[in-house]
């Protein structure tokens, strides 16, 4: 399988579509909607695809630029694979949807990477000694 980073309406193809960032918007999210009791990030991740909007903060609390015409955040398609980076640690889930969500956990603190395979949305954790 081939991967397209992409949640936004083209010409359907075969290749699995998704996309992700760093967290911004995961970490943001939860302080906005409930501060005293604040989601998971992998409830958070679940909470932006069911809205469809990758910053549902911005650009209040998050530095996006509003859109004119066409908001770049919005998703137009059902990711395949969505995910967020710098998490505390790792966490993924498989949607009644089939969407992959995933939360990698920051490298620099964990020395830990996610595989994900491609066929069958299955993610693996592997560990780097050193780091």
């Known amino acids: 399988h081939s991967f397209r980073w992409q949640w936004r309406a083209e010409e359907p193809d075969d290749r699995r579509r998704g996309g992700g960032g760093g967290g911004g918007g995961g970490d ?3 302080r906005e909607a409930r501060p005293l009791d604040p989601p998971s ?3 958070t991740l679940e909470a932006t695809l069911r809205f469809a909007h990758v910053a549902p903060t911005g650009p209040d609390s998050l530095p996006t630029y ?10 137009d398609v059902r990711p395949d694979l969505y995910f967020a980076g710098n998490c505390d640690e790792y966490a993924t889930k498989l949607t009644e949807r ?13 020395g830990k990477a996610v595989l994900v395979n491609l066929r069958t949305l299955d993610c693996e954790v592997i560990g780097f000694a050193d780091a």
């Open 28 to 30: 943001d999210a939860p």
């Open 41 to 43: 990030a992998l409830e």
């Open 98 to 110: 089939g969407t992959r969500l995933v939360c990698v956990p920051s490298f620099d603190a964990t």
């Open 66 to 75: 509003p859109a004119f015409e066409d908001d770049p955040f919005v998703m």
